[in-house]
């Protein structure tokens, strides 16, 4: 990883989806090693404690906790924002990579699969800005960074159709952040992220380890090149950009 850069001291950072060995995980550890206050959250209890445990240990000092979080569970997101914000202070940085998905057809999918779907890859989301955005208004700032996919512009590749719809609605939740977060320093930004090697994909090796040789770079990204641009969004590096979706495919797909 990068040596840090940014220096987060001061702010505290939630991440969701956090316990994870991908996306989520590497956010956490970034922004830990940038000196944030880091909140990690996820549904798996054992993981959570574990993730928080191997980042304290590699960041002596570094003020790391976690909570069970599901972020379709809007009772929990109140419980768990309330704590942090009791215990840490309020939050700076969001930071939204929760998410599910289930393969099928349009025509084959259960509806609880589809509703569980965009419960936690898109409703989750609104609901967590929203408990967070006022402190941000009245503090004057802050960053919410949505991790998305190019999913939203491939249609779900005739597979994943929930995840896709969730994650194009994601893209525009983003821009009525960033719309109605600007006049009060808040930035909203998103990552299209392509074909990213964690256990999603070990999983279905099969059918998605071959894309690599369709990418330009022929390889899969990584968890950490992710957080790399998470970090770099949320950071006054980027301070001029908001409402964005930042394509982070390997040119997997370079369409707008």
Known sequence: MSAARYGFGG????????AGSGIGRACARRLAAEGAAVVVTDVHEGRTAATVADLQAE????????HLLD????????????????????????????????????????????DRVLAVDLTGCWYL???????????GGGSVVNVSSVASALGGGGTEGPYAAAKAGLQSLTRTIAAE???????????AVGIVWTKFVEKHADRLAPEAERT?????????????????????????????????????????
């Open 71 to 114: 972020a379709g569970d809007r009772d929990r997101i109140d419980a768990v924002v309330d704590a942090v914000t009791t215990d840490l202070g309020p939050i700076d940085l969001l930071v939204n990579n929760a998410a599910v998905n289930v393969l099928g057809l349009v025509v084959d999918y259960d509806p609880a699969d589809w």
């Open 181 to 191: 977060g600007g006049p009060f320093g808040i930035r909203a930004n998103a990552i």
């Open 59 to 66: 960041f002596p000092g570094a003020t790391v906790v976690g």
């Open 129 to 139: 800005a929203k408990r967070v955005m006022p402190g941000m208004i009245e503090r």
């Open 216 to 256: 330009p770079l022929r390889r899969l990204g990584q968890p950490e090149e992710i957080a790399a641009v998470v970090a770099w969004l949320a950071s006054e590096e980027s301070s001029f950009v908001t409402g964005a979706t930042i394509n982070a495919s390997g040119g997997w797909y370079m369409g707008a």
């Open 11 to 18: 702010r505290v950072a939630l991440v969701t989806g956090a």
